[in-house]
């Protein structure tokens, strides 16, 4: 029966003069992630449902994404506008101007989706992508289980009122925001920093208050409705960092301006970040059962960092564990272990630990020797 086994390790001290100023925002609705290394840097009432206004749109370009990566569809093929779709979503909300029976693109219409939030554009490129707008939603929603969004529902692929099916949490949404970033870099560079489109003759901006404002910023997707209000998930990069915050249920389309500057400059300015362990980096050793060595190195499987408030002096209590006992053979590569670290505030984080070098199994006089050994204390 496998264990957890602890070895020590000492801790790491992050050091300055005194502690950054507390965030002090408006809106209800609050979450602040730092993706580098993924320590929450705020959250107010992260995981309460919300109406997702709009920003259920980042999960219908999502699973349009997971289509064209699958080759189901591609960006050149055209998807007719049905008569049908035109009468329920003309000029409903924001639109994308679509005319019935035209014929655009998945390109475009992830454009429309994600620039211009079109209502519009959502439901055709559902029907284009899944053959229909119901199918699309399945879709949607066994995506959302299979990223872990225990509280999130979809029940349309645009986000408008719908009694209560279409729901999430910041804590959810940023969960798909991350996914889109990692999973899909080329196509969340194209779509979502997009600051304008045009079609129909009509030119229209993209309303993310960060784009072209704050540095690094690169998208996502805004939402509004009465009983959601003004909404907005967003992300900026500046070196290794990335950050993506949510936030939802502010009163204005200023006040959402106002907010989403002030939250993101805070998460930059008033926190840093300082890796700890580079990817293939020995983080401990472990002892092996049966092999050819006494012990294999466990690295870090991707390049681990902790944030911290910017001039506190935080101490963080590192703990290395490995699932024993561990037997050989041992593959490289193969996960042993985890590091957990712990910050002052009780928050975790943890880097999955794999051997640094393959171990093979002693042959019968290998493994007297190294009984012999173990007997004579050597």
Known sequence: MAMRAFLALSLLVLAGPG??????????VAFLLDTFSDRALYE???????????????????????????????????????????????????????????SVSIGNLLFGVLTLSGNDASVVLAEGVAGSEAAFVAEMNAAAKKLGMTNTHFGNP????????TYSTARDLAKLAQAIIIEHPEAFERYFSQKSFRWSNVTQVNRNPLLGVIEGADGLKTGHSEEAGYCLAGTAKRGDRRLIMIIAGLPTMQSRITEARKFMNWGFSEWETQTLFHTGETVTKAPVQLGSADNVPLVASWDFAATKRVGSKEKLRLKARYFGPIRAPIRKGEALGELVVLSADGKKQVLPLIAGTSVQKASFFGRAWNGARALVGM
Do not use: C, H
């Open 44 to 102: 107010r009432d992260a995981d309460k449902r919300i109406p997702t206004a709009s920003m259920a749109k980042m999960m219908t370009a999502y699973v349009t994404f997971n289509a064209l990566m699958d080759k189901k569809v591609s960006l050149d093929q055209k998807v007719k506008v049905s008569p049908a779709t035109w009468t329920k979503w003309n000029n409903k909300g924001s639109t994308m101007f679509l005319r019935s029976n035209e």
């Open 19 to 28: 502690f950054a100023a507390t965030y002090s925002g408006s809106a209800p």
């Open 158 to 165: 645009n986000g408008w009122p719908d009694g209560g099916k």
